[in-house]
């Protein structure tokens, strides 16, 4: 009876959490999604293509159903990205071992962490080979030494604001970036905003922002980075704060950024992963 009760409330629980999330926003449409991928660059022969490990790190799960859900991200792009051809993965939860941060030329983080020295000088290492380093979310999020944090990845969210919802995201129109190649000028995600950031904008390259209520009460609005990416001398950083809700991951235009992203901060072709934009991905019925 106690393990009725027990699974009983269980299931309100759960109930309760999901009823707390928005409805799922409708899939896109795919012959305007082909569009965008259709402008990418030639992809590169696979004979040409360098070998890369790319290490998937994700932590303990932090928030509501179908929110922050790093093990199930961990769990579903371990496939998805083992597809590329000459990329091999590795994963790791909390953090990687010294062996993992040395293998990998590719890291990319989904988790919230308190990025301490010790953090921070592995991150250095993988910078100064020449590797790359993507984070995700609330990855962006880094309260005690913003400053430090900072100087690797450009810019540090210090929980200042967020916002649930509809979030525009704003392309910094440039002639030919690599990463936004054939994107729409708008992109609205059902999502999360976070602003503002600390750190220098001057410093990175800001690849797209968002307009959000800058002071509390008050009506005006400001435009805050949510998309940049950060070149080191050797080693490149590229963060995205989208990536509050699952169905995000799912989302072909969220995924393109992410995955164009990732090959930058690898020193790839941005296009090197536009295949698995699509992969398992619900389109809208045209
Ligand atoms: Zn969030």
Same mark, same amino acid.
């Given at each position: 009876?106690?393990?009725?009760?027990?699974?009983?409330?269980?299931?309100?629980?759960?109930?309760?959490?999901?009823?707390?999330?928005?409805?799922? @926003?409708?899939?896109?449409?795919?012959?305007?999604?082909?569009?965008?991928?259709?402008?990418?660059?030639?992809?590169?022969?696979?004979?040409?293509? *360098?070998?890369?490990?790319?290490?998937?790190?994700?932590?303990?799960?932090?928030?509501?159903?179908?929110?922050?859900?790093? @093990?199930?991200?961990?769990?579903?792009?371990?496939?998805?990205?083992?597809?590329?051809?000459?990329?091999?993965?590795?994963?790791?939860?909390?953090?990687?071992? @010294?062996?993992?941060?040395?293998?990998?030329?590719?890291?990319?983080?989904?988790?919230?962490?308190?990025?301490?020295?010790?953090?921070?000088?592995?991150?250095?290492?993988?910078?100064?080979?020449?590797?790359?380093?993507?984070?995700?979310?609330?990855?962006?999020?880094?309260?005690?030494?913003?400053?430090?944090?900072?100087?690797?990845?450009?810019?540090?969210?210090?929980?200042?604001?967020?916002?649930?919802?509809?979030?525009?995201?704003?392309?910094?129109?440039?002639?030919?970036?690599?990463?936004?190649?054939?994107?729409?000028?708008?992109?609205?995600?059902?999502?999360?905003?976070?602003? @503002?950031?600390?750190?220098?904008?001057?410093?990175?390259?800001?690849?797209?922002?968002?307009?959000?209520?800058?002071?509390?009460?008050?009506?005006?609005?400001?435009?805050?980075?949510?998309?940049?990416?950060?070149?080191?001398?050797?080693? *490149?950083?590229?963060?995205?704060?989208?990536?509050?809700?699952?169905?995000?991951?799912?989302?072909?235009?969220?995924?393109?950024?992410?995955?164009?992203?990732?090959?930058?901060?690898?020193?790839?072709?941005?296009?090197?992963?536009?295949?698995?934009?699509?992969?398992?991905?619900?389109?809208?019925?045209?």
């Amino acid at each position: 009876m106690k393990q009725v009760i027990g699974l009983a409330l269980l299931f309100v629980s759960a109930q309760l959490c999901a009823a707390d999330l928005p409805a799922a @926003p409708e899939p896109r449409g795919r012959t305007e999604f082909d569009v965008v991928l259709q402008k990418a660059a030639p992809a590169i022969a696979i004979e040409k293509l *360098r070998p890369l490990h790319i290490l998937l790190l994700a932590g303990k799960k932090d928030h509501g159903v179908g929110e922050h859900d790093y @093990p199930l991200w961990q769990k579903n792009w371990t496939p998805l990205v083992s597809k590329l051809p000459k990329v091999t993965v590795d994963v790791a939860f909390t953090w990687p071992t @010294p062996e993992q941060i040395k293998a990998a030329d590719l890291i990319v983080i989904f988790l919230h962490t308190k990025w301490d020295d010790n953090q921070l000088k592995d991150i250095d290492s993988v910078f100064a080979r020449g590797g790359g380093v993507v984070l995700l979310h609330w990855a962006v999020g880094a309260k005690e030494e913003p400053e430090k944090f900072a100087e690797r990845f450009g810019l540090a969210y210090t929980s200042g604001a967020y916002r649930h919802g509809v979030v525009d995201l704003k392309l910094t129109p440039v002639a030919d970036n690599p990463i936004t190649r054939g994107f729409p000028a708008m992109l609205s995600l059902l999502d999360e905003a976070y602003w @503002p950031m600390v750190g220098d904008e001057s410093k990175v390259n800001v690849i797209a922002s968002a307009d959000e209520i800058a002071t509390k009460g008050s009506p005006l609005k400001k435009t805050f980075p949510q998309i940049w990416t950060k070149q080191h001398e050797k080693g *490149r950083a590229f963060c995205m704060v989208p990536g509050h809700y699952n169905w995000s991951f799912n989302d072909p235009y969220f995924r393109l950024m992410l995955l164009r992203g990732m090959a930058w901060a690898a020193g790839e072709e941005a296009q090197r992963f536009d295949a698995l934009a699509m992969d398992g991905v619900e389109f809208k019925k045209e």
